[in-house]
């Protein structure tokens, strides 16, 4: 890499890592103030432990030479010692996709889960899948080389991880939910946030480190290049966001009577998650189009939990799968040249079908097995009773609040 591709994927490393505290503060603030701590620390915990594993290992685990190969030799370079300079930058930019990934997994058991277990669920989850999976996706797996297998003319297109990162996350999101069960009081119009503006703060934040998560990639080479892409990705991250903001206020508005602040937030998530996939693969018209359709979608998807009795606390589910489902289809339709009604056939279509639903059934069913592992073991749930004293002092030993005028 040149000098100004190696600046920019430090600064869009940077960017991606700002994302994590970002999702502390999104999810932070949609929790019971007796909460917030245990909620924030989950994404903290993930940063400290992801980011050691993939040094250690899960760099090396993320890259394959052969389309079939499950996953990279863990101790080929144990520790990565003996990468070039750009090659580790290359690893710093993987390691925050790998960090954000487990920690967008945390919102589904919001309120009710312990420390102790979630982190050895992500340090094992991240081993089993997302290494894996990343490696499938971008190291040259059978994702990566889906289409030329089948004799296809074109490959699965997934940019910036609508599959590896969000149908990932919210496949092992909905599994746990399901191992750990309904919070106590589960019913519609109970949970409330409890700090609209932290809520906001955390959108905001995402959304602006949105730009290197799908802006990145193009510092490993093709940035200031004739086949940079860079000024595409980057307009349509706006505007899938803003348009899926758009969508959901309306949506909510009609449903509900009311346009939200946390609407609004919810909605520009929605639209970041995706544009994830498809944002060197669309024109902005089509980009503006997505994220009304995400922002609409999504906002309607998040009332499944209430038809079919799980508990995705803060909708991981129905904003990350579902909306890495809507981004990875979408191109399958109408990805430039290659999308059915922009010139194409069927194939890239059939392509991001296989590649969404390989990656959510194997993600969902490792979650299902290792979250009912752990339950039955050292227990991933908390004590009723320790819900309703409150997580983050039963927990952590702390309060997010210290409302004693006398501190």
Not at 46 to 59: E, K, Q
Not at 197 to 215: H, K, M
């Amino acid at each position: 890499m040149d000098s100004g591709n190696l600046a920019w994927l430090i600064t869009a490393s940077a960017l991606v890592l700002l994302m994590t505290p970002g999702v502390a503060f999104f999810y932070g603030g949609l929790v019971k103030a007796k909460s917030v701590v245990s909620m924030m620390m989950m994404s903290f915990g993930a940063m400290g432990l992801i980011s050691v594993l993939w040094i250690l290992y899960g760099f090396n685990m993320s890259a394959v030479e052969s389309t079939w190969t499950f996953a990279g030799n863990p101790f080929a370079d144990f520790g990565i010692g003996s990468l070039t300079s750009d090659d580790y930058v290359g690893a710093l930019f993987g390691a925050t996709f790998a960090i954000i990934t487990v920690a967008l997994i945390s919102g589904a058991i919001a309120d009710r889960a312990k420390f102790g277990a979630w982190m050895i669920f992500a340090g094992i989850w991240a081993t089993l899948v997302y290494f894996p999976v990343a490696a499938w996706v971008w190291g040259g797996g059978w994702i990566f080389n889906l289409g030329t297998e089948m004799g296809f003319s074109t490959e699965v297109i997934d940019y910036a991880g609508g599959t590896a990162v969000h149908i990932n996350a919210g496949a092992a999101a909905l599994a746990l939910a399901l191992v750990l069960g309904k919070r106590i009081g589960f019913q519609k119009g109970i949970q409330k946030p409890h700090n609209v503006p932290l809520v906001l703060l955390g959108a905001s934040l995402l959304w602006f480190g949105w730009f290197g998560f799908n802006g990145g990639a193009e510092g490993l080479g093709a940035l200031g290049t004739e086949d940079s892409v860079v000024g595409l990705i980057v307009i349509n991250t706006l505007g899938a966001t803003a348009a899926a903001i758009l969508g959901w206020l309306v949506v909510e508005k009609i449903k509900d009577g009311k346009a939200t602040s946390v609407g609004a937030g919810s909605g520009a998530v929605a639209g970041l998650v995706a544009i994830t996939p498809a944002c060197a693969n669309l024109t902005p018209g089509w980009a503006l189009l997505l994220g009304v359709v995400a922002g609409a979608v999504c906002a309607l998807a998040i009332e499944l939990k209430w038809k079919l009795g799980y508990d995705d606390s803060l909708d991981v589910v129905g904003i990350h799968l579902v909306g890495g489902l809507i981004g990875t289809l979408y191109l399958g339709f109408l990805a430039t040249d290659t999308g059915l009604f922009l010139g194409g056939g069927w194939e890239q279509l059939i392509l991001q079908i296989i590649a969404a639903v390989g990656v959510l059934v194997y993600s969902f069913v490792v979650a299902l097995i290792l979250g009912f592992a752990i339950n039955k073991t050292i227990g991933f749930r908390i004590k009723n009773e320790d819900e309703l004293a409150g997580v983050d002092t039963v927990v952590h030993g702390e309060e997010g609040y210290l409302l004693d005028e006398r501190v």
